[in-house]
């Protein structure tokens, strides 16, 4: 592999319609979906991208049925025990993104062990954007900011593009490759201020079905793109 992007960011679309298609139920998709991510992590990790980040659950996913949204909790819960866990002793670093309000205790609590056992680690990060909004980061970024002006520990004249990089839920570099899976080609709130050069890749494939020789394609079309970031040719 010629460049392998620094941070990859997935949109992991298609669960409910790959389970529907095999006529189950949408938690089915949910369970396939969990684990394509738990392999393509790994493989992240071993191609070297250093920073992952993944669309687990927006905020405007709380508007699907309890049943769903308990079961994608459920589930979350689950894999921060397990295979969370797993991943962490592989060298893999976890943290979230995303508002804690409205989110159970049990998850937090799963949320708040994995990060702390996995937070020494460096080879990889997997960012799990949870209850998240691109818009709603935003928001909460200038609500910090603007407490910090106020607490003098910032100036007007020292926020810039990176500065604000500090402000979002998690200090990461911006997105270099996007990638959206199961036909829609949209970025549906997610990380839009990381976003801002990011190269844009959309496959048919829906979410479970998303392989890791499918990650490598994403990366060649990625290499294959003159990235000149408003620069003239
Ligand atoms: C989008 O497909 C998928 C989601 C809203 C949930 C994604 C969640 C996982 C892959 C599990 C995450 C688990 C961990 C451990 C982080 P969709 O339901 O919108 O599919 P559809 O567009 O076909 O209806």
């Not at 866990?85 to 995303?98: A, C, D, I, Q, Y």
């Not at 609500?143 to 910032?154: G, T």
């Not at 829906?206 to 499918?214: A, G, I, S, T, V």
Request: aromatic share 12%; glycine share 6%.
């Amino acid at each position: 592999m010629k460049k392998v992007p620094t941070h990859v960011a997935i949109i992991m679309d298609g669960n409910g319609r790959w389970a529907k298609e095999k006529g189950e139920k949408r938690s089915y998709g949910h369970k396939y979906g969990a684990k394509t991510l738990e392999t393509l992590a790994l493989h992240a990790k071993k191609i070297g991208i250093k920073y992952l980040s993944v669309y687990a659950f927006s905020t405007d996913n709380f508007k699907r049925s309890v049943e769903e949204v308990s079961f994608i909790m459920d589930l979350l819960v689950y894999y921060c025990k397990n295979r969370l866990k797993r991943l962490g002793e592989e060298g893999v670093r976890v943290v979230f993104s995303g508002r804690r309000e409205g989110l159970r205790s049990d998850v937090l609590d799963a949320m708040e062990d994995i990060t702390k056992k996995t937070s020494k680690n460096s080879s990889c990060t997997l960012n799990v954007c949870l209850n998240y909004g691109g818009q709603e980061e935003i928001i909460d970024s200038f609500i910090k900011l603007h407490n910090d002006i106020n607490n003098d520990d910032i100036k007007l004249e020292e926020i810039d593009r990176e500065t604000l990089y500090k402000y979002m839920y998690q200090n990461l570099p911006p997105i270099d490759l996007l990638i959206r899976t199961g036909k829609e080609h949209r970025l549906s709130n997610f990380m839009l201020y990381q976003m801002f050069y990011a190269e844009l890749y959309f496959v048919d494939t829906y979410f479970p079905d998303f392989k890791c020789k499918d990650l490598d394609e994403a990366i060649k079309y990625y290499n294959n793109k003159e990235r000149r970031f408003g620069n003239a040719k």
